[in-house]
C-alpha cells in the first residue's frame, strides 16, 4: 500500500464524512428541540456563545478542553515522531503541550473573577487599552484560529485520502457541513456535548490499540515482544542522537529538540479564543480544577497512543504484514501522516484503518466547532458591536453570529485548499503558528495580572517581538542549511530557535516597555463597563416570561461572583501551586535525570513504563467519559421524567448537561426569592 493507493472505496470516505457529520448535526437537532421544549431553553446571543456562564460539570468542562487540545496533528504528529525518534517523543508531546492548559487554568480563573460579564478575553482588552491595542489582539487570535481551524482540514483531508482515494479538496470541503448545521442549531452548548461525545470516542479507540497491541495482537502481544522488536530496529536503524542510537531512552537529541518545539508551540493555543471561551462558558467556581484535570487527561492522548502505534510502527515496519511490504516507509509518507495508519493496519486490518478514519474525523470536527463558535464570538462582539453598531440587540446579535460561522467555513475551507495545494505537511503549520502568535502570551497574561501594563507594551511589545522570532527562526534556517524553504524551515533546530524566541524575547521587551510608560489600571472598569446583551424582545419572542434585562443580568452575575469572592482567591492559590508542581513533574523532576543519565530502557523498566501508560489512559478515560455521566445524572433522569410526565415541566429555563440553573439570568423576576443549586 503507497500513499496513493486505497484501501477503502472512495464511497466509504465521502459516507463517512458525510454520515456522521449529518449523524451528529441530527443529534444535536433533536437535543437542542428537547431541551427548548421541555427546559425551555432558548438560543439567544447570550446562550448562543457563552452559555449562560453556567456549565458546571467537572468532567464536562475537561472532556471540551481535552477536545480543543486534540487535533489531527495530536494523533498524527506524536505518532510519526515517536516512531522517528522512540519512546522520548512520545512522551515529550504531551508534557510539552500541556502545561500551557495548566497554566492557562490561573489565566482562566483570573478572568473570571475580574470580568465576569465578558464574553471573550478581547473584550476586556478593548476596555483596558485603545482600539489600536485591541485590533492587534484581535489579529493575533483571528491568525491563530483560522491557521489551525485550515490545519485541521489539512490534516484530516490528507489521511482520507490516502487511505480512501477521495478526492482531498472534497474532503476539505465536507468536514465542516455537519459542524456548520449543529453550530448554528446548539452554539457553544451544542460544542460542549459534541466535544464529549468525539472525545468519548477517541478515548475508546485509544484503550482498544493499547490492549491489541500489548496484550492480545497475533504479532506483538506484549510489552516483552515489542521490546525485542525495538531492538532490532535499533540495530537496522540506530537513532542519530539516542543513547546507543535506542529508541527506548529520553536520552535523545532530537526528541529533546521536538519537546521546546511544543512547549513554544503550544503556547499559541493560548492565543486561541476557544480556550478561553470554554472558560467564559463555566460556572466561575468550576474553572480552575476543570482545566488541571483537562490537562491531565489531554496528556495521556498523544502520551498513550504514540507510545502504542508510533512504536508499533517502528517495531514491524521489516514484517511482511505490513502495508508497505517489502519497502519501508517513505519520506513523504511519513509527512503525510501515514504512519499511525499504516500501523493501525498492520496490527488490526482494516478494521484498525477504519478507527483511525474515525479518530480523524472526530478530531477534526469537534476543534473546528470550537474554533467555529470562538471566532463567532470574537467577531460578533468585538468587531461587529464595537465597531459598527453598539446597540445591537438579541436578534441582531444571533443574526451576525450565525453569519460569521458560515462565512468562517467558506474562508477557512478556500485557505485549506490553497495550503494543501501549496504543499503543507502535517507539521509545518502546528509548529510555526508559535513562532509568530506565541509572543502573545505574556502580555495577555499581563492584561490580567499587571495593572502597569500599558497599551503601549502590548501593541508595541507584541509586533516587535513577532518580527525578532520570525528573524530568528528564518536565519537560523540560513545560518543551519544555507537556504529557506518549507523542508529546511521545518528542522527541529530551527523551529526550536523559533518558538524558543517567542516566547521568551517579550518576558524582556514588555517589561523594558512598561517600565518606558506605565500605566495604573482600575481593576473596577471590567466590572463596570462590561455587560451582558439584551436579549428581552428576542426571549419574549420565544415565549419566556419575566425576562431579566441586560442590567439585570450583569447585575445578578456580579453579585454571584461578590459571593464567591474568597472561593475564587483560594482557587487561584492552589492553581498556582499546581502548575508548579505539575510544570515542575512534566518538565525538569521526571524527564531530565533520565535524559543526562543517558539511560536506554530494560527490559523490566520498559514493561513498567508500559504499566504507566495503561494508567495515565485510564485516568484519562475516566475524567472524560465517567465523570461527566456522573456529575449529570440527576438532569437526565429529570428530563426523562418530564418526558414521561412524571415531572412538571419547569417554569423556568434550568439548563441541562450539568449546568446551573439559566432561569435566574432570564426567566425570573428581580424581587423573586431563588436558590442556586450546582449539579
Known amino acids: 500500500m503507497s500513499s496513493t493507493d486505497a484501501t477503502f472505496s472512495q464511497g466509504i470516505g465521502y459516507g463517512l464524512i458525510i454520515g456522521l457529520g449529518l449523524a451528529f448535526a441530527a443529534i444535536m437537532l433533536i437535543v437542542s428541540k428537547l431541551l427548548e421544549k421541555f427546559f425551555n431553553e ?13 456549565i458546571s460539570s467537572y468532567g464536562l468542562l475537561s472532556a471540551s478542553i481535552v477536545s480543543s487540545w486534540t487535533m489531527g496533528s495530536t494523533l498524527l504528529l506524536s505518532t510519526t515522531t515517536a516512531y522517528l525518534n522512540g519512546v522520548s517523543s512520545a512522551y515529550w508531546y504531551g508534557a510539552g503541550a500541556c502545561v500551557q492548559i495548566i497554566i492557562f487554568s490561573c489565566m482562566a480563573l483570573e478572568m473570571k473573577r475580574k470580568a465576569p460579564n465578558c464574553h471573550t478575553y478581547q473584550e ?11 485590533i492587534i489582539a484581535l489579529a493575533y487570535s483571528l491568525i491563530q484560529m483560522i491557521t489551525l481551524t485550515v490545519n485541521l482540514l489539512i490534516n484530516g483531508s490528507s489521511i482520507f485520502a490516502n487511505i480512501t482515494g477521495m478526492n482531498r479538496d472534497a474532503a476539505i470541503c465536507l468536514f465542516p457541513i455537519g459542524v456548520i448545521i449543529y453550530t448554528l442549531v446548539g452554539g457553544i452548548k451544542a460544542t460542549f456535548l459534541t466535544d464529549w461525545s468525539h472525545t468519548v470516542i477517541i478515548f475508546a479507540i485509544l484503550l482498544m490499540f493499547m490492549f491489541n497491541t500489548y496484550a492480545t495482537n497475533e504479532h506483538i502481544g506484549s510489552p516483552a515482544v515489542l521490546y525485542d522488536l525495538l531492538t532490532e530496529t535499533a540495530q537496522r536503524r540506530p537513532i542519530e542522537g539516542n543513547a546507543d542510537g535506542s529508541l527506548m531512552t529520553l536520552s535523545s537529541v532530537q526528541g529533546g529538540l521536538f519537546g521546546l518545539v511544543l512547549f513554544g508551540a503550544g503556547w499559541a493555543g493560548s492565543v486561541d479564543s476557544q480556550l478561553f471561551q470554554k472558560a467564559i462558558a463555566a460556572a466561575p467556581e468550576k474553572v480552575s480544577l476543570s482545566y488541571i484535570l483537562g490537562s491531565i487527561a489531554w496528556f495521556s492522548i498523544p502520551f498513550c497512543l504514540a507510545t502504542t502505534l508510533g512504536l508499533a510502527a517502528a517495531g514491524i515496519e521489516t514484517k511482511e504484514y505490513f502495508p508497505t511490504y517489502p519497502n519501508l516507509m517513505t519520506e513523504q509518507q511519513i509527512a503525510d501522516g501515514l504512519v499511525m495508519p499504516f500501523a493501525a493496519a498492520a496490527l488490526m486490518g482494516k478494521g484498525g484503518l477504519g478507527a483511525v478514519l474515525t479518530m480523524i474525523f472526530m478530531a477534526v470536527t469537534a476543534v473546528y466547532s470550537s474554533e467555529t463558535i470562538a471566532v463567532s464570538a470574537l467577531v460578533t462582539h468585538d468587531i461587529y458591536k464595537r465597531y459598527f453598531d453598539a446597540e445591537a440587540k438579541g436578534k441582531k446579535l444571533v443574526f451576525v453570529s450565525h453569519a460569521v460561522v458560515i462565512a468562517f467555513g467558506f474562508i477557512t475551507i478556500g485557505l485549506a485548499i490553497g495550503l494543501a495545494h501549496a504543499g503543507f505537511d502535517v507539521s509545518f503549520i502546528t509548529t510555526v ?38 528573524s530568528v527562526w528564518i536565519g537560523y534556517t540560513l545560518h543551519q542549511s544555507g537556504t529557506v524553504n518549507l523542508t529546511t524551515l521545518s528542522t527541529n533546530e530551527a523551529l526550536a530557535a523559533g518558538n524558543t524566541m517567542g516566547v521568551c524575547v517579550p518576558l524582556v521587551i514588555v517589561p523594558i516597555l512598561v517600565w518606558i510608560k506605565p500605566d495604573n489600571f482600575d481593576w473596577s472598569r471590567w466590572l463596570k463597563e462590561i455587560k451582558q446583551d439584551d436579549n428581552v424582545k428576542f426571549d419574549e419572542e420565544h415565549h419566556l416570561e419575566a425576562v431579566l434585562s441586560a442590567e439585570q ?13 474568597g472561593t475564587l482567591l483560594r482557587q487561584r492559590k492552589y492553581a498556582f501551586i499546581a502548575t508548579v508542581i505539575f510544570v515542575l513533574f512534566f518538565l525538569v523532576l521526571f524527564p531530565l535525570p533520565l535524559y543526562g543519565s543517558k539511560y536506554v530502557f530494560s527490559k523490566t523498566f520498559f514493561r513498567g513504563w508500559i504499566v504507566v501508560m495503561f494508567i495515565w489512559g485510564f485516568i484519562g478515560s475516566f475524567v472524560v467519559i465517567v465523570l461527566p455521566l456522573w456529575e449529570v445524572r440527576t438532569t437526565i433522569k429529570t428530563l426523562f421524567n418530564i418526558i414521561t410526565g412524571k415531572e412538571l415541566k419547569p417554569e423556568g429555563d434550568i439548563n441541562f448537561v450539568g449546568s446551573r440553573a439559566n432561569s435566574f439570568t432570564s426567566s425570573i423576576r428581580k424581587d423573586e426569592k431563588y436558590e442556586i443549586k450546582v449539579i
Open 124 to 134: 476586556i482588552v478593548a476596555v483596558r487599552y485603545s482600539s489600536h491595542t485591541h
Open 433 to 470: 503558528c508559535g513562532i509568530v502568535v506565541g509572543v502573545n502570551v505574556f502580555p495577555m497574561m499581563a492584561t490580567l495580572f499587571w495593572s502597569k501594563m500599558s497599551s503601549f507594551a502590548y501593541s508595541v511589545g507584541t509586533v516587535l517581538s513577532t518580527c525578532i522570532s520570525v
Open 42 to 54: 432558548v438560543q439567544d446571543s447570550e446562550m448562543l456563545m457563552t452559555a449562560k456562564r453556567s
Open 553 to 565: 443580568n450583569t447585575q445578578f452575575e456580579l453579585d454571584k461572583n461578590e459571593h464567591l469572592v
